[in-house]
Nanobody, 115 residues
Framework: QVQLVESGGGLVQAGGSLRLSCAAS????????MGWYRQAPGKERELVAF???????DYADSVKGRFTISRDNAKNTVYLQMNSLKPEDTAVYYC?????????WGQGTQVSVSS
């Protein structure tokens, strides 16, 4: 069994910053891609950013230049540094890990940005 535990969400004013963390633990043989998704009320879950085991990254157009994804392979942890936050970034943010033995999701962490 694999567990993903997220932390770092909260309430911030527009223009502020937050850093999300997601630590994977359990019976993990290997972690391939890791990513962050978000889901706003009434909307579908969308990909925010992902990072491969080799460090290649990609981002949704809406967050390019503001968010940075990184990972610490020794700690099985992925981070999302979010700067210049906007009210439209308000959502529940979920961590995802493509591992051997399977794909796993975190429980989600709320990010709220006030105008």
């Amino acid at each position: 069994q694999v567990q993903l535990v997220e932390s770092g969400g909260g309430l911030v004013q527009a223009g502020g910053s937050l850093r999300l963390s997601c630590a994977a633990s359990g019976s993990i043989f290997r972690i391939n891609n890791m990513g962050w998704y978000r889901q706003a009320p009434g909307k579908e879950r969308e990909l925010v950013a992902f990072i491969t085991s080799g460090g290649y990254t990609d981002y949704a157009d809406s967050v390019k230049g503001r968010f940075t994804i990184s990972r610490d392979n020794a700690k099985n942890t992925v981070y999302l540094q979010m700067n210049s936050l906007k009210p439209e970034d308000t959502a529940v943010y979920y961590c995802n890990a493509e591992t051997v033995p399977g794909d796993y999701w975190g429980q989600g962490t709320q990010v709220s940005v006030s105008s």
